[in-house]
């Protein structure tokens, strides 16, 4: 049974804690290791057991790491000390209510699936502070039944196979929680399963993959939402669409990179030690598909011209930013082409 009866107080198993709180048990688990949120007591057999007093901790940590707080801020309070901080942003005292940044400059919330590519994730957070999760989850299931629509920006997932149903249902799951995009790494994929993807919102990586693809990814990623915000709220309602173009921000840039450099990279870096060269190229590939993929959509459709016209330049400007980084990675590790 999950719940349990004890002579001096009820006590939980870790499955009902996370029913009652919508904290995953995974999630509870990384909480309480590297955060001390709660210190669950252990029966003979070492399994988990709560209090009331630990779920209603919980349940005000879980309310105010949706409301944009860092778990790590605010996990060393005491219970009384989490009431005063989540009745301040719920305006009991006619205070403005903090609201989360959606998808902005200096915040990008992650949902994390997947236990390989979790230590190289998180050494990707911990070096890139416009990244924060909020959640993780042992599979997509569990993302669709505990993650709250809106409570992240970036789902970030890993999967040993990659077939046609599983992209529709990884596509479903953003439109359903409202994802801005996904990251999907992969070790093996059916050929009907990469022309299924909506490259807009979803970048699939071949696995492995290291700290610094994963910087390199979330990055592009984060500098979209960037620009995206440059247009005032107002603006952006009364377009109904994508933000305009600039005044004054050029051409689109040439490519520094041709497919056959980025080939060339793709075979002789495993002569050297840093890996950032093949990643790099295997990124600025998927970048330069889109712009093309972009471009050719913005002339044949003119109904949507100006959404593809903006991806087109926001893709371009990402992928030559990633440009200026390979080529400062090539001058340090000495890579001629």
Known sequence: MDQMEHSEDEIFEISAVARLTGVSTHLLRVWERRYEA???????????????????????????????????????????????????????EGEPAPQPEVYGPGSCRVALVGTQIRSDFLDAVDRMPALRITDEFRDLDEVAQSL????????????????????????????????????????????????????????????????????????????????????????????????????????????????????????????????????????LSSLAAFETYSRRCESRHDDDAKLHAYLHRTTANCRSEMESALAEVLRQEGITL
């Open 148 to 283: 709250r629509p809106g409570a992240a920006e970036l789902l970030v997932l890993e999967t040993e196979t990659l077939f046609p149903e599983d992209i529709e249902a990884i596509q479903k799951r953003l439109h359903e929680l409202e994802l801005r995009r996904a990251i999907v790494v992969y070790h093996f994929a059916h050929d009907e399963a990469m022309s299924t993807i909506d490259l807009q919102r979803v970048t699939a990586l071949t696995a492995p993959v290291g700290s610094s693809e994963f910087q390199l990814a979330c990055h592009a990623d984060v500098r979209m939402a960037e620009n995206q915000n440059r247009v005032a709220p107002a603006d952006r309602e009364e377009q109904n669409g994508p933000p305009a173009r600039a005044e004054g921000s050029g051409e689109i840039p040439p490519r520094r990179f041709s497919d056959q450099d980025l080939m060339k990279l793709g075979d002789m870096t495993s002569a050297v030690q840093c890996e950032c060269p093949q990643h790099l190229a295997r990124l």
């Open 38 to 92: 709660v210190i669950p007591q252990r029966n003979e057999s070492g399994r988990r057991h709560y209090t009331r007093e630990d779920i209603r901790r919980l349940t005000l940590l879980k309310s105010l790491v949706d409301l944009g707080h860092a778990i790590g801020s605010i996990a060393a309070l005491e219970t009384g000390q989490l009431e005063d901080r989540l009745a301040s942003a719920l305006q009991v």
